[in-house]
């Protein structure tokens, strides 16, 4: 069965600082990945997805996330964070199944941005 | 496009009653999924439906659970009788094309059962 790790529960950057948030899958094929950030009280926001091609991927934001199939690992990048950017952050599977896809979330990486 | 539209943004029930979520999910979207969070158990599939037929449902946590779709444009969650641990934000989401285009979320409904 296909499963997401985010390693990370909570990361604390100061703003301008780089930003890398971990994520590593299990799924027995080419996967469909994901990356989305929730706000506080919000839902779901599509940061940005990997199908294939070029493994690396920019999303919004400035956000962008490379497709390593070595380490089946989908890691999510940022140069310079925001104070905004402050919200939590899931990685997720898509997999094949009954003629669509479906989603397996990562349990999320809580990002705090210090001023 | 207003989005995926889930309602009721919130809603507080006695245990025992029965509550009744529904999800309006974008035009043309052929796939539609319920998710239920907590700060336990994080995302869960509950169920998920592809042209208007359930094609898992081996996330939906008991009897007491049911999902339907009557037609491409709403879907309805039912919890009945409702308990307190049911308590959770409970998303809607839609994709097209397995996803390629990515899957759209609702705001969710904010349930509690007290």
């Known amino acids: 069965a296909q499963s997401v790790t985010q390693p990370d529960i909570h990361i604390t950057v100061s703003e301008g600082a780089s930003l890398e948030l971990r994520c590593n899958y299990s799924?027995?094929?080419?996967?469909?990945l994901f990356w989305y950030v929730q706000s506080p009280g919000q839902g779901l926001q599509l940061l940005l997805k990997?199908?294939?091609?070029?493994?690396l991927v920019q999303g919004i934001k400035g956000f962008e996330a490379e497709f390593k199939r070595s380490q089946s690992s989908f890691n999510l990048r940022k140069p310079s964070v925001h104070w905004s950017d402050a919200a939590e952050y899931f990685c997720?599977?898509?997999?094949?199944?009954?003629?669509?896809?479906?989603?397996?979330f990562g349990t999320g990486t809580q990002l705090k941005v210090e001023l | 496009d207003a989005g995926v539209i889930q309602s009721p943004r919130h809603e507080v029930t006695e245990m025992g009653q029965e509550v009744t979520l529904r999800c309006k999910p974008i035009s043309g979207h052929n796939s539609l999924f319920w998710y239920r969070q907590t700060m336990m158990r994080g995302l869960e599939l509950l169920i998920y439906?592809?042209?208007?037929?359930?094609?898992?449902d081996s996330g939906m946590p008991e009897d007491r659970f049911s999902a339907k779709m009557p037609n491409a444009s709403f879907s309805t969650l039912k919890i009945q009788p409702s308990e307190p641990r049911d308590s959770a934000v409970y998303f809607c989401a839609s994709s097209f094309n397995q996803g390629a285009s990515g899957y759209t979320f609702g705001s969710g409904t904010r349930l509690t059962v007290v």
């Open positions: 439906f592809n042209n208007n037929v359930p094609i898992d």
């Open positions: 997720a599977v898509g997999t094949l199944t009954g003629g669509g896809n479906k989603l397996t």
């Open positions: 990997y199908f294939s091609g070029d493994t």
């Open positions: 799924y027995g094929a080419t996967p469909y």
